[in-house]
């Protein structure tokens, strides 16, 4: 793993929502090339603005970035490709997005505190589609926005682990702002189908985590 990034950092989070039925609907050999063509996608992407791939687990992605206009113009430029690509079947991939930005103590086990926690809560909380943002992260991007992006103020949410945050939404050439709440402490998923994905979102974010403090440590043959 390449050296990690010091002082202020922005995370990023990202996987597709929806994936076990979108599973169903496409089937094992057409979902894989979906999934491959995602990854493909977001590696590309956030690689070109200085991203750092910290890990992956199924279809979720971790990356860092050294500034947060990088990486929301990172996330736009990858939602804009993945709006644009021809999926299998007419079946959209919808990707959910969440960024935050903090100064992480970098130790022997690699970046230490709650950032990256709040960074995979604000990723939770949102839809396929969205890129949501924490208040650190809009006050640092300032009115330097990437061309077709607008700032919508979603108010303070209730996150698991790290309580409130005020989040906002990036909405991308002229798309609405998503018409359901965040999935936050306060909006417990209803029918089956959503219970399970809740579920499932969990525990990919606790593998990343875990993933994320194991992997991050500095390899020998980076020191």
Do not use: C
Not at 12 to 25: C, P
Not at 52 to 70: K, L, M
Not at 91 to 120: I, K, N, Q, S, W
Not at 187 to 196: K, L, Q, V
């Amino acid at each position: 793993m390449s050296q990690l990034h010091g002082g202020t950092v922005t995370f990023v989070f990202t996987d597709i929502e929806g994936s076990t039925r979108l599973l169903q609907e496409l089937g094992d050999a057409a979902y894989g090339e979906a999934v491959a063509t995602h990854r493909r996608i977001i590696r590309e992407t956030f690689g070109m603005h200085g991203g750092t791939e910290i890990d992956t687990q199924g279809d979720a992605f971790f990356f860092s970035f050294p500034r947060a206009r990088d990486a929301v113009t990172a996330a736009v430029g990858a939602q804009r490709a993945l709006r644009d690509h021809d999926w299998p079947g007419g079946h959209a991939v919808r990707v959910r997005m969440g960024l935050h930005t903090g100064e992480p103590h970098v130790g022997d086990e690699g970046y230490l505190g709650l950032d990256v926690v709040r960074a995979a809560r604000i990723s939770a909380a949102g839809h396929g589609g969205q890129i949501l943002i924490s208040e650190t992260t809009r006050a640092l991007l300032g009115n330097q926005l990437p061309d077709g992006v607008q700032v919508h103020d979603l108010g303070e949410q209730s996150l698991k682990d790290v309580q409130h945050e005020h989040i906002y939404e990036l909405s991308v050439d002229g798309a609405p702002v998503a018409a359901k709440p965040l999935k936050t402490e306060t909006s417990r998923p209803g029918t089956f189908e959503e219970r399970m994905e809740a579920r499932i979102t969990s525990f990919v974010e606790e593998k990343l985590e875990r993933a994320f403090e194991r992997r991050s440590k500095p390899q020998p043959d980076d020191q």
